[in-house]
């Protein structure tokens, strides 16, 4: 299967700083990439979803100025969590959708943010 | 209503015996898919299979096949000839054509397999 890469898997931040959170499709062009925040042994919560070159969307609730997404590019998107707080900790997943055929989406590793 | 219903926080199976894990769904959108993740303790979310809304024949994968009754609308995932590895979370998520290509997904349903 495709594979997305995510960067990076942990990260541990004092309060108030800004984090960036890198996502990439390897070997695929990702029309769409969706951003997920998952609690310990909780479901996948979608955040917002990223189009390449227009602005994302956010899921109601989400913070649009907290939790910035560029996606800069076909293969890159990333999200910045800014002024972090210890409630932002949290489990980030990315998936990219390639668009074609089943639309499956194919998710990065995750990674896991601490703030302290 | 709930979209999407995993009604199994917890599955014990025995290894190599076969397990159901159990997925209703609500829609009303005519084209739409499902599909299985499985997430380890690593946090790694794996796609396993998929099913179109269309598709007239259930979905197989290997191990992994996909029992999916459109009338009922369920789309249970069957695991056969368990192994050790399988522990773990499984979601099973739903993506309809009219929520602009959105997953929604269940809460889960963790499985340990006993040696």
């Known amino acids: 299967g495709a594979v997305v890469s995510q960067h990076p898997s942990r990260v541990i931040c004092k309060s108030g700083t800004s984090v960036k959170i890198e996502c990439r499709s390897l070997d695929f062009q990702a029309t769409t990439m969706f951003w997920y925040r998952q609690f310990p042994k909780k479901s996948l919560m979608l955040m917002a979803t990223s189009n390449e070159g227009s602005k994302a969307t956010y899921e109601q609730g989400v913070e649009k100025d907290k939790f910035l997404i560029n996606h800069a590019s076909l293969t890159l998107s990333t999200l910045t969590v800014t002024s972090a707080h210890p409630e932002d900790s949290s489990f980030y997943i990315c998936?990219?959708?390639?668009?074609?055929?089943?639309?499956?989406?194919?998710f990065g590793p995750g990674t896991r943010l601490t703030v302290l | 209503a709930q979209k999407i219903t995993q009604t199994q926080p917890g599955m014990f199976v025995q290894e190599k015996e076969a397990v159901t894990l159990d997925c209703t769904y609500d829609?009303?959108?005519?084209?739409?898919?499902l599909f299985w993740y499985k997430q380890p303790s690593s946090g790694e979310m794996i796609f396993l299979i998929y099913?179109?809304?269309?598709?007239?024949q259930n979905a197989t994968e290997g191990r992994y096949s996909l029992n999916f009754q459109k009338a009922r609308k369920s789309a249970n995932l069957v695991i056969s000839a368990s192994q050790l590895g399988d522990s773990a979370m499984y979601f099973c998520a739903m993506r309809e054509d009219t929520n602009a290509g959105k997953s929604t997904f269940g809460d889960g349903t963790t499985l340990t397999v006993k040696p």
């Open positions: 998936s990219a959708r390639e668009g074609r055929g089943t639309d499956t989406q194919y």
């Open positions: 829609t009303s959108d005519p084209s739409y898919g």
């Open positions: 099913q179109g809304s269309y598709d007239q």
